[in-house]
């Protein structure tokens, strides 16, 4: 085998800077601290270098004295470079850090240097946006990157501990689950080649928008499951809260009415973000001190109160009533705009659950009420994100369920298989989505979608 | 808002089955429990029935005696069917189960018929993939969904104690990882058109065949980050290990090198393993009992011993001598065969991890050795299932990636953001790819990758 390259792991003795800095004590003997230089700042006689490794937030200051061999590199040590350092932590001498490392040994594993891209100064969020691939060394990104991480581990975990499996249902699909139409198409045949019977599948397959339908099938088996997984919608909008391809969580359960539905997802939500203040609190006091002031706050109100439910009707009646002079005017069967979300949650002070929408603006498999004027739809509204959550009860009667397809202009012959879990031991049963980058939006205050993904797919931009 | 449909879950009473059979107690007063009918078995006076609720494998025996108003209905109860149960836990009179339900009341919440597909014997699993939406009701196809539950689970509980972040690669790309050329094209323009640059991305989009590339750039700022993903292939081959759509796991850690990238793969393997034997024991026994004789024998065979090593010159030179008559002649810059891992695994008793492969053989990506005969590539093959993990120490060296680029005639202008991570900051890296897929058929024995998928994608089958 090759003799390892310079700054290779196999000592096992590297410590991670996270572990270092929340330590009670220092490690008796060397450490040895392997990341990328953030910054350097010269003193008489002496160097000090901030240098971060990924773990947390956190930078290790590292200190070099004149006196040591290690000192006579520091010149070559520039923002961006990796590097190996070998010292003992002690306690700090200056202000605003516990420990520092006192260095004796540095090597430089990959040097940078002053066309580095992430100079140290503050970039605007256009900028990095072009170089995504070196964003997540700094600060604000390397955290949304973390606390994607954490989000995710939290939702495992909170269905895992309600007894939900984790089912991962098909991207390439036969069928449009919202009847949106806004579906990338799948092919292997060349461009401008116009066979679908001879193309992959024999037919014409699409990108997921929803792994509701098939979702729905595990649950009549499985009682409850839940997906984490891309999502794709073709729309040729570049606004901040739309991707090309995005994740979305969507649990279904079994024996579930619209109630439970709502149960499950407000405690959902409150779960995600406690773990996520428990968590990864520094990171997102990052985003309450540099993206918006207060965040911390507004989080933990989340968690608190119980969430306001209210039907759609008396929605409507209370923004009628308001006076308030809406864009949209709201009347039973106008699809609740931004400014009305945004109403409501002002008018309660806090996340309101809006339930039993008009049959006339949602879609097929939501169960309909008695006098079929409503579905058992339910959309939860937070403040300054707006609708975070859309679930409903699905339509488990097959013969209502048909008579819906056929009145929508849909065939039932192409969803023979989801009629067949209501044809043979069919449940009442409900589930709802959640777009995971929304999430992250409304956990950091970031205003655009942009910049909670990692290499974001919009109309006409495919880097990376 | 509506009346509850019948068997909606509003009362939190309900018990799951798993919880109810692994009780040391019976819960005092009446319990409600929700599931399908497996079975229906008539006595004098008694009927029997088996219910399922999908929690685990394990049926509930539910008893209802003819002097019980409930026994009216027994007639309905045929398998398939979903019912609402309350009743007693008692301790079982009868074999093969511990406790029993002694119903009061049984409400039918979705009837069942002659005509449903499932009826109680055994089907083929070609007839299974058929009815690839119900085949989760069955004790195989419900074993391996929880199991894909379980083994996901632990890859995100591995990963996070050691410190690895989850990261969502792209699923639309610009770039082909591989360089395998076999990728489905995404795309908005109708069917015959012919106009590059007027696509939704304004380019070429393809579904990505790994994430390895863009998690490179994630672990050099966060030092060791994962994926966990769907990938795609558009191969027309019809086989029993090739779907068009499965799921990957790929770790990307910065500092690492081709040793500790062997013991991460090792020590994964075994991790979620033995957590798949500790949590889904009884789901294993079943494929056990049914698909693989000695199945947990090999499982506790693989926690248990290391795996040797040996370098493809090694291996190779083994394979000469053994005699054996191979179907293809192994020699130096060959790719192993799955007859030549077969051997290897039989000749050492055990997994066998291959490093160092030669260079002409492997992808770009991979680190040269310093006589260029090779490179820094390892692959873990496992008795019975073949290669299991890929992976490889990546090429961090600027000049020398960029040589081997443009020795393979790919354009380094167009994989700048790729070579940007090694301009500035480089760090020796490494990481490895296990198809979850793959895995989930050495762990069950089953043979078919259409059995360990939900609704399998493959040539000219779109269902579901």
Same mark, same amino acid.
């Given at each position: 085998?090759?003799?390892?390259?310079?700054?290779?792991?196999?000592?096992?003795?590297?410590?991670?800077?996270?572990?270092?800095?929340?330590?009670?004590?220092?490690?008796? *003997?060397?450490?040895? @601290?392997?990341?990328?230089?953030? +910054?350097?700042? $010269? &003193?008489? #006689?002496?160097?000090?270098?901030?240098?971060?490794?990924?773990?947390?937030?956190?930078?290790?200051?590292?200190?070099?004295?004149?006196?040591?061999?290690?000192?006579?590199?520091?010149?070559?040590?520039?923002?961006?470079?990796?590097?190996?350092?070998?010292?003992?932590?002690?306690?700090?001498?200056?202000?605003?850090?516990?420990?520092?490392?006192?260095?004796?040994?540095?090597?430089?594993?990959?040097?940078?240097?002053?066309?580095?891209?992430?100079?140290?100064?503050?970039?605007?969020?256009?900028?990095?946006?072009?170089?995504?691939?070196?964003?997540?060394?700094?600060?604000?990104?390397?955290?949304?990157?973390?606390?994607?991480?954490?989000?995710?581990?939290?939702?495992?975990?909170?269905?895992?501990?309600? *007894?939900?499996?984790? @089912?991962?249902?098909?991207?390439? +699909?036969?069928? $449009? &689950?919202? #009847?949106?139409?806004?579906?990338?198409?799948?092919?292997?045949?060349?461009?401008?080649?116009?066979?679908?019977?001879?193309?992959?599948?024999?037919?014409?397959?699409?990108?997921?928008?929803?792994?509701?339908?098939?979702?729905?099938?595990?649950?009549?088996?499985?009682?409850?499951?839940?997906?984490?997984?891309?999502?794709?919608?073709?729309?040729?909008?570049?606004?901040?809260?739309?991707?090309?391809?995005?994740?979305?969580?969507?649990?279904?359960?079994?024996?579930?009415?619209?109630?439970?539905?709502?149960?499950?997802?407000?405690?959902?939500?409150?779960?995600?973000?406690?773990?996520?203040?428990?968590?990864?609190?520094?990171?997102?006091?990052?985003?309450?001190?540099?993206?918006?002031?207060?965040?911390?706050?507004?989080?933990?109100?989340?968690?608190?109160?119980?969430?306001?439910?209210?039907?759609?009707?008396?929605?409507?009646?209370?923004?009628?009533?308001?006076?308030?002079?809406?864009?949209?005017?709201?009347?039973?069967?106008?699809?609740?705009?931004?400014?009305?979300?945004?109403?409501?949650?002002?008018?309660?002070?806090?996340?309101?659950?809006?339930?039993?929408?008009?049959?006339?603006?949602?879609?097929?498999?939501?169960?309909?009420?008695?006098?079929?004027?409503?579905?058992?739809?339910?959309?939860?509204?937070?403040?300054?994100?707006?609708?975070?959550?859309?679930?409903?009860?699905?339509?488990?009667?097959?013969?209502?369920?048909?008579?819906?397809?056929?009145?929508?202009?849909?065939?039932?012959?192409?969803?023979?298989?989801?009629?067949?879990?209501?044809?043979?031991?069919?449940?009442?049963?409900?589930?709802?989505?959640?777009?995971?980058?929304?999430?992250?939006?409304?956990?950091?205050?970031?205003?655009?979608?942009?910049?909670?993904?990692?290499?974001?797919?919009?109309?006409?931009?495919?880097?990376?």
């Amino acid at each position: 085998m090759n003799q390892p390259p310079p700054g290779a792991a196999s000592d096992l003795a590297r410590s991670r800077i996270k572990d270092l800095l929340g330590g009670k004590q220092a490690p008796s *003997g060397q450490v040895i @601290v392997k990341g990328w230089v953030r +910054t350097r700042r $010269d &003193a008489k #006689g002496v160097s000090f270098l901030e240098v971060n490794d990924g773990s947390s937030l956190a930078n290790l200051q590292a200190v070099i004295y004149e006196s040591d061999p290690a000192y006579s590199i520091i010149k070559e040590l520039s923002t961006g470079a990796s590097v190996s350092l070998t010292g003992l932590l002690v306690p700090s001498q200056g202000q605003g850090q516990k420990w520092e490392l006192l260095v004796h040994k540095i090597q430089i594993v990959g040097p940078s240097g002053p066309d580095y891209p992430l100079q140290k100064k503050r970039h605007s969020d256009e900028y990095l946006r072009e170089i995504a691939h070196l964003r997540p060394r700094t600060n604000k990104y390397g955290a949304i990157m973390r606390l994607r991480s954490q989000c995710a581990w939290a939702i495992h975990d909170f269905f895992r501990a309600k *007894g939900f499996f984790y @089912v991962h249902t098909p991207i390439i +699909t036969g069928s $449009d &689950a919202e #009847g949106a139409g806004e579906m990338f198409r799948v092919t292997t045949l060349p461009p401008g080649d116009n066979k679908p019977e001879e193309d992959f599948f024999g037919k014409v397959a699409s990108l997921t928008v929803s792994g509701q339908l098939e979702a729905e099938l595990l649950a009549m088996a499985l009682d409850r499951v839940y997906t984490f997984g891309p999502t794709f919608r073709a729309e040729n909008s570049n606004t901040s809260r739309h991707a090309a391809e995005f994740w979305m969580i969507e649990p279904e359960a079994a024996f579930f009415d619209l109630n439970d539905d709502m149960d499950l997802a407000e405690s959902m939500i409150k779960y995600l973000v406690s773990q996520a203040l428990e968590h990864s609190r520094d990171d997102l006091a990052l985003f309450d001190r540099f993206v918006e002031n207060g965040l911390l706050d507004r989080l933990e109100n989340l968690v608190a109160a119980p969430y306001v439910r209210i039907s759609y009707e008396d929605a409507i009646e209370i923004l009628v009533k308001s006076g308030a002079d809406f864009e949209f005017e709201p009347f039973f069967g106008a699809d609740l705009a931004t400014s009305h979300e945004r109403y409501l949650c002002d008018h309660f002070g806090g996340p309101v659950i809006v339930h039993d929408y008009p049959s006339s603006i949602k879609p097929f498999y939501m169960r309909l009420s008695d006098d079929e004027r409503t579905v058992a739809a339910m959309d939860i509204l937070v403040p300054k994100a707006g609708e975070l959550i859309g679930g409903s009860q699905r339509e488990e009667r097959l013969d209502v369920l048909m008579d819906r397809m056929i009145k929508l202009g849909m065939d039932p012959k192409a969803y023979q298989w989801y009629l067949d879990t209501r044809r043979w031991g069919g449940t009442p049963h409900a589930g709802f989505g959640l777009g995971f980058e929304r999430f992250l939006m409304m956990l950091t205050g970031v205003t655009n979608i942009r910049d909670v993904l990692p290499f974001p797919r919009t109309p006409r931009n495919l880097e990376f």
